[in-house]
């Protein structure tokens, strides 16, 4: 199983989505959140054939299409984990982290 842990940031929060594989092409996905928006996504991502909507272009990602139907905020790094999880899980990718740092300055864009 793969588990990865979002610190979402200005909402305040925490998500873990846990991945298993589930058969040759297929894997399991929860998401366990306080957030009833994220929460709704798992019943159309509970279990899913990876071949399909993962490795396709976002648009036509089978994860943005629910997170398109289910969750209000575009910044939402949830789905993107999601897809990175599932991508671990399968072997496709190593689990490294991903970081998003956002700084404010006062300075113009150059």
């Not at 984990?81 to 740092?101: H, T």
Request: proline letters at 3%.
């Amino acid at each position: 199983m793969t588990k990865v842990k979002v610190f979402a940031g200005a909402c305040g929060f925490t998500s873990v989505i846990q991945v298993q594989s589930g058969g040759q092409t297929t894997v399991k996905v929860r998401i366990i959140s306080a957030c009833t928006m994220l929460r709704s996504m798992n019943k159309d991502i509970a279990e899913l054939d990876w071949k399909k909507g993962i490795f396709d272009k976002i648009t036509e990602s089978v994860i943005y299409r629910s997170a398109g139907e289910h969750i209000k905020h575009t910044d939402c790094p949830v789905p993107c984990a999601i897809i990175k999880a599932i991508q671990v899980e399968i072997g496709a990718a190593v689990p490294k982290d991903v970081k998003i740092r956002i700084q404010k300055f006062d300075n113009k864009l150059v």
